[in-house]
């Protein structure tokens, strides 16, 4: 895989698109970093861009006015999923590397589109993966490497959250919005893709979402492991942390992480048990700003960073495969839910 790049060292001047509540977070964040300028803003909502825009950002309703007039050499995307189709096709054609937002698409037909539509104009579509990013997570993958061969990493998300608006009407509410993040973070510790998935998704009496917005769903990853992921969205009481609980059980001992502080670990075996494909380089930084330092040393000088679009598309896939598990009471490999995407 490879991609056009802008080599230098001053900020990457960056058009933002999208200036809702997390176009807002980005811009926040990227206000203290050096790696970025917010150059200019882009909202079908002309008041938003405006009143989101920093002081000397070009603000604007069309993406590729907005991108000529300040000079843009990156487009941030953090539309809402419906529209990082459009979007990202409009960055790509102007000859500009994208870092969208989770999801890298609304569906999988269009996210396959969009990773050949990278591919013809040889520029980077990386998908910003922020929940990747956390020191603790790290760590626990460094200690697992020692634990030798996994079997299987179980996962706990259990929130109460009243979100209304969007999440709290739409179909596969926890499934399709956030458990793309943990389906991701299983793919980063095991160093594995996934090959199938059983899933039931349900919605307990008292949940306050049109959608089912609790899931069980059991995944084979590459290597025989399992990846048993558990997540409700109506769960009040001894909450889980926002990045869930974690279990790893390997062939020479065990490792949790509770989501926030550092992980235990218990070894029980001994000698050299490294894996390989463990190691995964120097911490890039915190939640977006991580996200952001991937996406600007791959701009500049065209390392491949995680979330590179064919790489996220199998984090996607792992959401799509649950879907149509629930909704067809079968196992369903990821490989036939790809293949009927197109
Ligand atoms: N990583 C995370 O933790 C996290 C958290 C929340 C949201 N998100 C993601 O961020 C994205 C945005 O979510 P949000 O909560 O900010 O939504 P939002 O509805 O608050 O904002 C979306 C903005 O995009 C604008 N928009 C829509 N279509 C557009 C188009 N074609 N061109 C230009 N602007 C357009 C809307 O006018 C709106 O201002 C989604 O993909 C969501 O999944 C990620």
Known sequence: MSFRTIPGEGPLRLVVVGAGQMGRTWMRALSDSPLADVAGVVDVDEAAARAAAPPGAVAGTTLSEVARRCAAEAV?????????????????????PVLG??????????????????????????????????????????????????????HEFFKAPHFGGFREVMDHPLVLDMAIHN??????????????????????????????????????????????????????????????????????????????????VERTGEGELEQPGAVVGGYPGDDLLGSLAMFVRAVRTGVVPMGECHDNLRSLAMVHAAIASAESGSRVTVEEVLRAAG
Not at 223 to 234: A, D, E, I, M
């Open 76 to 96: 941030l995307d953090v539309t809402a999923p419906a529209a990082h189709l459009p979007v990202t096709l409009e960055a790509l054609g102007l000859g500009l």
């Open 101 to 154: 937002e989770k999801p890298l698409a609304a569906t999988l037909p269009e996210a396959l589109e969009l990773v050949r539509a990278a591919e013809q104009a040889g520029e980077l579509f990386m998908v910003s993966q922020n929940r990747r990013f956390h020191p603790q997570l790290w760590r626990l993958k460094r200690e697992i490497a020692a634990l030798g061969r996994f079997g299987i990493l179980t």
């Open 183 to 264: 389906f991701d973070a299983a793919r980063f510790l095991l160093d594995a893709d996934p090959v199938a998935v059983y899933c039931e998704e349900y919605n307990p009496p008292w949940s306050w979402y049109a959608g089912n917005a609790a899931t069980t769903a059991v995944f084979e990853m590459t290597g025989g492991v399992r990846f048993v992921y558990t997540g409700s969205w109506c769960s009040p009481g001894l909450e889980t942390s926002w990045n869930s609980s974690w279990r790893v059980s390997a062939e020479s001992g065990t490792a949790t992480w509770d989501g926030a502080g550092p992980p235990r």
